[in-house]
């Protein structure tokens, strides 16, 4: 591919809102290209860019650019809107589905060992990184969690398989192999109660900081105030 088609591909991809495929990239021309050479071409611009402030990447959606890590502490100062920062529970929750999937909510909390509330599984389908995907047939046909493309694009990843490998399967140790990208793990934020089972299954309320906190479950969130 000679130098006009390779820079209308990285113009086209500098101004684009959302990653392009290969597919998107081959309408930029009259003239019949073949994917083999588009993909030669995003390899090549790959190359051309390795020494620069931005990178061009091949995420789950298609082909993207976007700022290198070691550029972040920079662009922040710009942005005074700092990214979300995610619980113990949020991050184990989405890890155990990350690497476990499709998996049930019965099966993560069986996995982390405390009752996991609505709070944190509606966070990260809110944040559209997890999604029901079908039922498991047993009892209550209890729902199936996966990982969404917007999870893979958000880490730029190209598919699961790119996901790090664990060398520790604790639920924990999974939750820091995604700490990256998009991901900040506060050790303080209390997006989810985390609630202790005893022998019997039945939550224990806990308190940190010598503060009661208040136990969450299913039920007692769709209570309204006067309920309570």
């Not at 990184?129 to 969404?148: D, F, N, S």
Request: aromatic letters at 4%.
């Amino acid at each position: 591919m000679d130098d006009h088609n390779k820079r209308v591909i990285e113009t086209a991809l500098l101004c684009a809102q959302e990653p392009l495929t290969v597919a998107d990239l081959t309408r930029l021309f009259v003239e019949d290209i073949a994917a083999g050479a588009i993909d030669h071409a995003l390899v090549e611009l790959q190359k051309a860019w390795e020494d620069k402030g931005m990178e061009l990447v091949h995420i789950a959606t298609g082909w993207r650019f976007q700022s290198r890590l070691a550029m972040r502490e920079y662009l922040d100062r710009l942005t005074p809107e700092k990214p979300p920062k995610y619980s113990r529970a949020v991050m184990e929750t989405l890890a155990i589905i990350a690497y476990r999937q499709p998996v049930t909510r019965g099966e993560i909390e069986e996995i982390r060992g405390v009752a996991v509330s609505s709070n944190v599984m509606k966070q990260l389908e809110d944040r559209g990184w997890v999604e029901v995907i079908g039922h498991k047939e047993t009892i209550g046909r209890p729902g199936l969690y996966a990982t969404t493309k917007q999870f893979l694009d958000d880490l730029s990843l190209t598919n699961l398989q790119s996901l790090p490998m664990l060398e520790d399967a604790a639920p924990m140790a999974a939750a820091a192999q995604l700490g990256q990208a998009v991901m900040e793990f506060d050790p303080s934020a209390t997006v989810e109660t985390v609630i202790e089972l005893d022998e019997n299954g039945q939550p224990i309320i806990q308190s940190t900081d010598d503060e009661v906190v208040e136990e969450v479950t299913p039920e007692s969130e769709d209570k309204t105030d006067e309920q309570k």
